[in-house]
């Protein structure tokens, strides 16, 4: 085998491993689409969710065929219902935005039996950054808390501080920071302190 062709075939191996270097790099941060969780079910949004823009929401009033209807909520999360007409659903929890129904829809419909649940999800992206499997952005139409988010990223290395990690939740100049310990959910224990995530949400394991 001549010199020449021997240089030839160590470039190509050569190029074939950075290649493979490059392609392990990038799924790392890649983003997931889970479009597989829409429409999700009633019982897989938390009640402590907070109804955000892009929502897509099931209002229902018992033995009121005209009174069923899905309704998305706007950019200013705002809603119009029938008897109801416009009413600000963003920032509420389905609990909340039910009982103003209640109170606004009486005066036509004593002692209405409204329902109201979350089918889709708008959007949330989440970061997951620091000692995980697979540190980056995260995608999903679903409502998602922590140990979730760090299941999506691989896990936990094991030289993750379980007990500092920290959740990063910017609202306009101000900055909020959840802590949260691992260790705590394992032992069944604290388990409050596993949030639901918003859009934007960081979460920072150290």
């Not at 501080?161 to 604290?190: H, P």
Request: glycine fraction near 8%; charged fraction near 20%.
């Amino acid at each position: 085998m001549s010199m020449s062709f021997k240089k030839l075939i160590i470039i190509a191996l050569t190029i074939c491993a950075i290649s493979s270097v490059t392609a392990e790099e990038t799924s790392v941060t890649s983003t997931l689409d889970y479009n597989d969780v829409t429409p999700i079910s009633h019982n897989d949004v938390s009640p402590a969710y907070l109804i955000g823009a892009g929502d897509v929401l099931q209002i229902s009033v018992w033995k009121e065929e005209g009174l069923q209807q899905d309704v998305l909520v706007r950019p200013d999360g705002g809603i119009d219902f029938p008897l109801v007409g416009e009413l600000q659903a963003g920032g509420k929890t389905t609990e909340a935005l039910q009982k103003e129904i209640v109170k606004k829809i009486q005066r036509f419909i004593p002692d209405a039996v409204v329902t109201v649940s979350v089918t889709q999800i708008y959007n949330n992206t989440i970061y997951v950054l620091g000692k995980v499997a697979r540190p980056g952005q995260y995608v999903a139409k679903h409502y998602m808390d922590i140990t979730q988010a760090l299941a999506l990223a691989g896990g936990l290395t094991p030289y993750a501080a379980t007990s500092s990690i920290k959740v990063l939740r910017r609202n306009g100049v101000t900055q909020t920071v959840f802590k949260f310990n691992y260790g705590d959910i394992e032992d069944g224990e604290n388990l409050e302190q596993n949030i639901v995530l918003k859009n934007g949400d960081v979460v920072i394991v150290p």
